[in-house]
């Protein structure tokens, strides 16, 4: 996966938070996100109950290739696209 970009996001403006909540476990106040492509150029948008961990990625972004098994604890949801659902 190449990162492309992140953000943040309120909790309560999520519009579906409750599948994120139960795959974090509990409600963070922000959610980071990380905006990338995968190995076939497909988008996706990883949610992460930690910002600070996601803004860690911001300064290398367009230089990182990871697997996604890297992010599977720290990004506990994920949706297709570049959007927020």
Same mark, same amino acid.
């Given at each position: 996966?190449? &990162?492309?970009?992140?953000?943040? &996001? #309120? ?7 409750? #599948?994120?909540? =139960? ?6 106040? =922000? ?8 190995? #076939?150029? #497909?988008?996706?948008?990883? !949610? @992460?109950?930690?910002?600070? !961990? $996601? ?7 367009? $230089?990182?290739?990871? =697997? ?11 949706? @297709?696209?570049?959007?927020? @659902?």
């Amino acid at each position: 996966m190449t &990162i492309t970009g992140h953000g943040r &996001i #309120r909790h309560t403006h999520l519009p579906n938070p409750h #599948r994120l909540v =139960e795959l974090a476990g509990h409600v963070p106040e =922000e959610w980071g996100l990380l905006l990338v492509n995968d190995a #076939r150029g #497909r988008r996706w948008t990883l !949610y @992460s109950p930690d910002p600070d !961990y $996601t803004a860690m990625f911001a300064p290398a972004a367009h $230089t990182l290739n990871l =697997e996604f098994a890297v992010f599977t604890e720290k990004f506990p949801g994920w949706n @297709s696209g570049w959007h927020v @659902s």
